[in-house]
């Protein structure tokens, strides 16, 4: 199949010629073929989903599934897991929560390895969501690894960052040195029929009074249950809220130049690095590599001799 005839599959949203592309995109790369879609992107809204371990942020991906589907919008989940050390793929994981949603035509579920990328999200996942988006999805949902510190990676995927902390999410000065109080626009505190959920976003509330934010969306709290069922019409409300500023207040533009720049940047980067890696160079590399760790050069120096090759 030429690009031009897997570019109408997916314009034809075909579930099948969509996650071939996928697949070929995580093993190797497209350059043609992203350059095709790319003129069909950029009419999706993205939402990063993302904090620390067990916070439930596939349940909070589920509802809001649930309620984009009520409103006739398609959705399209990419769950980024940590690789398995055996296989080098995703573990689905939490992903089975979602099973509900499998049947529906409306929505598309991809899990993708992580691949040890420091963020949180794979290096692949901007790609992704650009099929994604070319195929026409209205919401794009990133769910990242809860690494539970910096995972500024989904900031530059996402339209929306959605935080996900409980209760017991640490004591406030962790909080303030962690990334994912920087790069959230909307922050839950789900499983808020424990205690402590007050004392945590009275915390968040005066860490968010210490900051200059010179822009005029203030960080919304919002506390939800899962179990008990409550704050989820809350956080759907103030998701959408947030789509209209987003829109209206020329943010847009701003966040689309930044995600382009960023795309640049890898690309510039991932030639260069093709470029310095011949394959003397790699067998110079793999040769150090044989000796005994005592004898291995600096790395200063090491980069020095493989410069000469």
């Not at 049947?103 to 994604?132: C, F, H, P």
């Not at 929306?160 to 000065?173: A, F, K, R, Y």
Request: net charge positive; hydrophobic share 35%.
């Amino acid at each position: 199949m030429n690009i031009n005839d897997i570019l109408k599959s997916i314009r034809k949203k075909d579930i099948l010629s969509i996650s071939r592309t996928i697949t070929q995109i995580e093993s190797s790369n497209c350059d043609k073929l992203l350059s095709e879609i790319y003129p069909f992107t950029g009419n999706a809204f993205r939402i990063g989903i993302t904090g620390p371990p067990g916070a439930g942020k596939s349940s909070i991906t589920n509802e809001l599934i649930t309620k984009y589907r009520s409103l006739n919008k398609s959705v399209a989940v990419i769950g980024v897991d940590p690789t398995s050390p055996f296989t080098g793929g995703a573990l689905l994981g939490d992903r089975l929560r979602m099973a509900k949603h499998f049947s529906d035509s409306g929505v598309y579920i991809r899990s993708m390895a992580s691949r040890g990328s420091q963020g949180g999200l794979s290096n692949k996942s901007q790609d992704v969501g650009n099929i994604l988006d070319c195929a026409g999805f209205d919401i794009i949902i990133y769910e990242t690894v809860g690494v539970g510190q910096i995972e500024l990676d989904v900031m530059k995927s996402s339209d929306l960052v959605i935080v996900v902390l409980v209760p017991e999410s640490g004591d406030d000065i962790q909080m303030m040195k962690a990334g994912l109080m920087e790069i959230g626009n909307i922050f839950v505190i789900n499983k808020s029929d424990r205690p402590g959920s007050d004392k945590l976003k009275t915390s968040m509330q005066q860490i968010f009074s210490l900051k200059n934010n010179i822009e005029s969306w203030e960080n919304p709290i919002v506390k939800t249950s899962i179990i008990e069922n409550f704050g989820l019409d809350d956080l759907f409300e103030q998701t959408n809220n947030y789509y209209y500023y987003y829109k209206e207040s020329g943010l847009k533009n701003v966040v689309l130049k930044d995600r382009y720049k960023q795309q640049i940047e890898d690309i510039i980067i991932r030639e260069l690095q093709m470029k310095f890696w011949n394959k003397k160079r790699k067998s110079f590399l793999d040769s150090i590599f044989k000796r005994d760790q005592k004898d291995w050069p600096s790395p200063v120096n090491l980069l020095k001799k493989i410069k000469s090759k």
